[in-house]
Structure formats: structure tokens, C-alpha cells
């Protein structure tokens, strides 16, 4: 048995349908808007007047206070409002951070990688420099001039796991060098590769620091060490270090300058050499032992402005 299309009414809509269900003559209507092939409306243009409102009695006489008032970046932030006032503004919205990972533009290696929990802020994968290198600091630095001499404090802090053993070098003490550091009593050493600088920095030759060829050693990095207040700093081993506390601790050091020093901008740069574990995952067909190695980093610090 055959049903006949002629059956059913064909019903016809009153103009384009939409993915909505909506006609177009519907959805102009609904949003405001004149129907197809209706006149414009006509506005009448502006006219300017000759009276215009005057300004308020204490419009100059009022003291202005500069807090509560915008400035000019805050008001083109919301260009629809402007607001004159701090009580007018309105909160932004904001773009949405995520994590991403980042990769070595050599060796297109993963430096950090995130854990999939988006509310975990850990890191499966930390190979960047922050975690293994000493961070050096600038504290204070007396005035100085060409040909004198001042004090510079410096801090030290260790972002590794394990502790390090630092040395304070001349910054000419030659062609930076890798050097591993034997594992345990009796051990062999691994042949020392020596990779000479293609691109050296230009280092100032007109600063120096003192007292250098120093040894030190710096605490691992412990977090809940910072929130203990039974914790008693460690006694200085040296008379360059001012105080110690956990993973940090300060030194004093001497800065003279020759007579040709520039007055417009100063700079001193020493060598820091520390020891790096890797700390790469072995491979299950090659278990192996993390190694230590010596590693040496040219620092260069700002000093700001001579005094005349």
C-alpha cells in the first residue's frame, strides 16, 4: 500500500528559514529592527546652541584629589563608559591563562610540561634554568665613583633539591669548561669535554671584584622550612657571608673602579661556579646513578649610575 504526498498540505513559510526555527521577517522583529523594505527613520541633526550650562560655583575652588580621579589608560580601558571617577569603574574582563608547555628551539626537548590536572599546579617536567642555577641578587651598593671603591651586598638562593657547592671567580679565569665531580671515594672520573664560547658577552674591564677564589655551600631548597619559626639560621662559614637561612644566604662583597670607569651606567661581572646533579630519569636498559658535574656562568651585574 502506497501513501499519496498529495494527502498532506504543503505549508510554506513567510520567508528564509534559520537554524533556530525563525523566520527572517520573525527575527527582525524580535530584535528591534525595522522590517524588510520599511522607510529609515529620519533623526533630526544636531543643532548648536548658544546658551550652554554653566560650570558649578566650586568647579575651581574645589581641591582635587588626584586618587580619585581616573587616568587615561583606565579610561580608554573602557571606552563605552570613560569613567572620570576611581568609584565608577567597573571590573574588566580578563583573557584565560591555561598552561602550556615550552620547548628547546635546538633540540626541541619538552623544558616544562604541565600535569593534565587543571588544578594541580605542579609541573611533570622542569628542565629550565630557574630550577638549577643559583639565583643571584642585588641587595644594596654603596655610592660609587670612578676610581673609588664600595660595598655590594649580593644574595644567593638555591631552587634545587640538594645542596651546592659554589665558588667566586674572576670573570677572565678562562674558556668555560664542564667538569664532573667524582661520585665516590675511589671512583673513576668521566672524561672532561671542553666546549669553547662561540659568542662571548663584553664584559667591563673597569671593575673588580674582591675577595674572590672563595668556596662556599648553600643549603637545599626546603618550602616548609620558610613557614618554621623554630628554625635558627646557620652559622657563616665565611667572613664574605652575612647570614644564612635555609636555602639563602648574603654576602659582602668589595667593588673598586678604575678612573675610566663610565659615569653613565656600571656593571661588574664575575664567574659562579656550582655543581648541577642531572636529575634526567635513567633509561630501563641503561640504569645508571645521577652525576654530578661542575658547571661555570659568566654573571654580570648592574650597578646603576657613578656619582660625580
Same mark, same amino acid.
Given at each position: 500500500?502506497?501513501?499519496?504526498?498529495?494527502?498532506?498540505?504543503?505549508?510554506?513559510?513567510?520567508?528564509?528559514?534559520?537554524?533556530?526555527?525563525?523566520?527572517?521577517?520573525?527575527?527582525?522583529?524580535?530584535?528591534?529592527?525595522?522590517? $524588510?523594505? /520599511?522607510?529609515?527613520?529620519?533623526?533630526?541633526?544636531?543643532?548648536?546652541?548658544?546658551?550652554?550650562?554653566?560650570?558649578?560655583?566650586?568647579? %575651581?575652588? &574645589?581641591?582635587?584629589?588626584?586618587?580619585?580621579?581616573?587616568?587615561?589608560?583606565?579610561?580608554?580601558?573602557?571606552?563605552?563608559?570613560?569613567?572620570?571617577?576611581?568609584?565608577? =569603574?567597573?571590573? @574588566?574582563?580578563?583573557? !584565560?591563562?591555561?598552561?602550556?608547555?615550552?620547548?628547546?628551539?635546538?633540540?626541541?626537548?619538552?623544558?616544562?610540561?604541565?600535569?593534565?590536572?587543571?588544578?594541580?599546579?605542579?609541573?611533570?617536567?622542569?628542565?629550565?634554568? =630557574? %630550577?638549577?642555577?643559583? $639565583?643571584?641578587?642585588?641587595?644594596?651598593?654603596?655610592? =660609587?665613583?670612578?676610581?673609588?671603591?664600595?660595598?655590594?651586598?649580593?644574595?644567593?638562593?638555591?631552587?634545587?633539591?640538594?645542596?651546592?657547592? !659554589?665558588?667566586?671567580?674572576?670573570?677572565?679565569?678562562?674558556?668555560?669548561?664542564?667538569?664532573?665531580?667524582?661520585? $665516590?671515594?675511589?671512583?673513576?672520573?668521566?672524561?672532561?669535554?671542553?666546549?669553547?664560547?662561540?659568542?662571548?658577552?663584553?664584559?667591563?674591564? %673597569?671593575?673588580?671584584?674582591?675577595?674572590?677564589?672563595?668556596?662556599?655551600? !648553600?643549603?637545599?631548597?626546603?618550602? /616548609?622550612?620558610?613557614?618554621?619559626?623554630?628554625?635558627? /639560621?646557620?652559622?657563616?662559614?665565611?667572613?664574605?657571608?652575612?647570614?644564612?637561612?635555609?636555602?639563602?644566604?648574603?654576602?659582602?662583597?668589595?667593588?673598586?673602579?678604575?678612573?675610566?670607569?663610565?659615569?653613565?651606567?656600571?656593571?661588574?661581572?664575575?664567574?659562579?661556579? %656550582?655543581?648541577?646533579?642531572?636529575?634526567?630519569?635513567?633509561?630501563?636498559?641503561?640504569?645508571?646513578?645521577?652525576?654530578?658535574?661542575? !658547571?661555570?656562568? +659568566?654573571? =654580570?651585574?648592574?650597578?646603576? &649610575? @657613578? +656619582?660625580?
Amino acid at each position: 500500500m502506497t501513501r499519496s504526498d498529495s494527502s498532506f498540505p504543503k505549508i510554506r513559510s513567510l520567508g528564509p528559514p534559520r537554524q533556530t526555527g525563525l523566520t527572517g521577517a520573525m527575527a527582525r522583529s524580535l530584535a528591534g529592527m525595522p522590517a $524588510e523594505g /520599511a522607510p529609515a527613520a529620519g533623526f533630526p541633526p544636531s543643532v548648536a546652541e548658544e546658551e550652554v550650562e554653566g560650570l558649578p560655583e566650586d568647579f %575651581y575652588t &574645589k581641591e582635587v584629589d588626584l586618587k580619585q580621579i581616573t587616568s587615561m589608560p583606565q579610561r580608554l580601558a573602557s571606552p563605552e563608559w570613560q569613567p572620570v571617577l576611581v568609584s565608577r =569603574l567597573q571590573p @574588566l574582563p580578563r583573557a !584565560l591563562s591555561v598552561k602550556r608547555s615550552q620547548r628547546c628551539r635546538q633540540c626541541d626537548h619538552n623544558l616544562t610540561k604541565p600535569e593534565y590536572n587543571p588544578g594541580s599546579i605542579k609541573f611533570k617536567i622542569e628542565l629550565l634554568a =630557574l %630550577y638549577h642555577v643559583p $639565583e643571584v641578587k642585588i641587595i644594596s651598593c654603596d655610592p =660609587l665613583k670612578p676610581g673609588g671603591s664600595g660595598s655590594l651586598l649580593l644574595k644567593l638562593c638555591n631552587p634545587t633539591p640538594h645542596e651546592l657547592a !659554589l665558588r667566586l671567580l674572576p670573570h677572565d679565569c678562562g674558556t668555560e669548561v664542564e667538569e664532573c665531580i667524582e661520585q $665516590e671515594e675511589g671512583g673513576e672520573k668521566e672524561p672532561k669535554p671542553k666546549k669553547e664560547v662561540s659568542k662571548r658577552p663584553v664584559l667591563p674591564s %673597569y671593575s673588580h671584584l674582591s675577595p674572590l677564589d672563595v668556596s662556599l655551600s !648553600l643549603a637545599q631548597r626546603d618550602d /616548609a622550612a620558610e613557614y618554621d619559626d623554630d628554625a635558627q /639560621a646557620a652559622q657563616p662559614q665565611h667572613e664574605i657571608v652575612m647570614w644564612r637561612k635555609s636555602n639563602k644566604m648574603a654576602l659582602r662583597l668589595n667593588v673598586s673602579l678604575s678612573e675610566d670607569a663610565p659615569a653613565d651606567r656600571c656593571a661588574v661581572a664575575f664567574t659562579l661556579e %656550582y655543581s648541577y646533579r642531572n636529575t634526567l630519569p635513567p633509561s630501563a636498559a641503561a640504569p645508571r646513578q645521577p652525576q654530578d658535574h661542575t !658547571l661555570r656562568t +659568566t654573571v =654580570l651585574l648592574d650597578l646603576g &649610575k @657613578l +656619582t660625580v
